[in-house]
């Protein structure tokens, strides 16, 4: 996009181009679990097939079961993980339909911490990151560049991003959060089983019962997602449930490949999604990436990438922004709604 371009225009590139941070920092924690059961969401006593409701979801939660121990494995050896990416993004604003590229280089590690760095033709646009306690946005496409600052990046801050808080860029900073549109996320021992209303867009008619059943579970306080998998026991779609009208975002998870990693065996590398596609229906907008060849190691990795002192001297933003993001149990509401923002030019 050329620079002369009404800032509008490249507002609305850069908040997107931050937005492909929600899917590109896989990775995460162990934690053990077994799935729980509920009730099917359809109606009726039989599906189309015949097969009995209830015997299939007790077949489904034998399967997924073994597939959750698996996954959760795959989760514990994706603490690190780096990658150059390419990025392409779709989107609707005021001037129309628009599509857009840029090349990123993808870091984390462990103590939750992040790094994203998208380019252009070699010039920075943005970088994003986060120490595990604070996270940032340097936004270095437009004049004058700018750094906002979030004192604490509280996982909560999801759910009040989602429903439109002040805290909007939170989602985007929190590696806890990112790695789970990544299929990435560690699930814990309280997921249950549910049937899904249809099998995903472009599936067989029926599926099989993986096609037709999801694990669901809370990340974070008031945020719910269903992750589908395959029959390899990877995830292949990932949704992030509303509170009634719908998926918010719909993560596609394809193209899997083994992860080299420090001191693993080839065959016991990890599997990462090369290729994630991302639609988000209220932002009109779809993301794609496609990961080159991630490493499950740091090569190029470096701690400055996580230290906001040495990131401010190097990248020497013209104004700084913070922003604290107030508990929003401790406020007694919506996180966004108690944050506060102070500027220094």
């Not at 700018?146 to 509280?154: G, I, K, N, Q």
């Not at 693993?264 to 080159?292: C, F, N, S």
Request: glycine letters at 10%; charged letters at 25%.
């Amino acid at each position: 996009m050329a620079t002369g371009e009404h800032g509008t225009r490249r507002g609305v590139r850069a908040a997107m181009l931050t937005a492909m941070l929600a899917t590109a920092l896989p990775g995460g924690p162990f934690v053990g679990c077994a799935p729980r059961a509920t009730e099917p969401v359809i109606s009726g006593g039989v599906d189309a097939g015949g097969a009995d409701l209830e015997s299939e979801l007790k077949e489904a939660e034998r399967l997924l079961g073994a597939i959750i121990d698996s996954h959760n494995l795959r989760a514990s050896r994706l603490d690190t993980l780096e990658s150059r990416a390419s990025l392409e993004l779709r989107y609707r604003d005021s001037d129309g339909e628009h599509f857009d590229q840029c090349e990123a280089d993808i870091f984390l590690a462990s103590g939750d911490r992040g790094a994203l760095r998208a380019t252009k033709v070699g010039t920075n646009l943005l970088w994003v990151g986060s120490d595990g306690v604070r996270g940032w946005v340097f936004l270095l496409e437009k004049d004058p560049t700018s750094l906002t600052v979030y004192d604490r990046v509280d996982t909560r801050a999801w759910s009040s991003a989602l429903d439109g808080g002040a805290a909007d860029e939170l989602i985007l900073l929190a590696p806890k959060s990112v790695r789970t549109l990544g299929g990435m996320h560690a699930i814990p021992a309280d997921a249950r089983v549910v049937r899904l209303p249809d099998a995903p867009s472009g599936e067989p008619a029926g599926g099989s019962v993986l096609d037709r059943h999801a694990v669901v579970y809370a990340p974070f306080a008031g945020c719910e997602i269903a992750l589908r998998f395959t029959a390899d026991g990877l995830p292949a779609e990932v949704r992030v449930l509303d509170r009634g009208d719908g998926p918010r975002f719909v993560a596609r998870l394809s193209e899997y490949t083994p992860a080299p990693a420090a001191n693993l065996a080839q065959g016991a590398w990890p599997k990462v999604p090369r290729r994630i596609e991302v639609d988000a229906a209220r932002r009109g907008a779809t993301v794609r990436i496609y990961l080159d060849e991630p490493a499950a190691m740091m090569r190029r990795m470096k701690p400055r990438f996580f230290s906001l002192e040495e990131l401010t001297a190097q990248l020497r933003p013209d104004s700084v922004k913070h922003v604290l993001a107030i508990d929003p149990v401790e406020a007694g509401g919506d996180a966004g709604a108690g944050s506060a923002a102070g500027s220094v030019p």
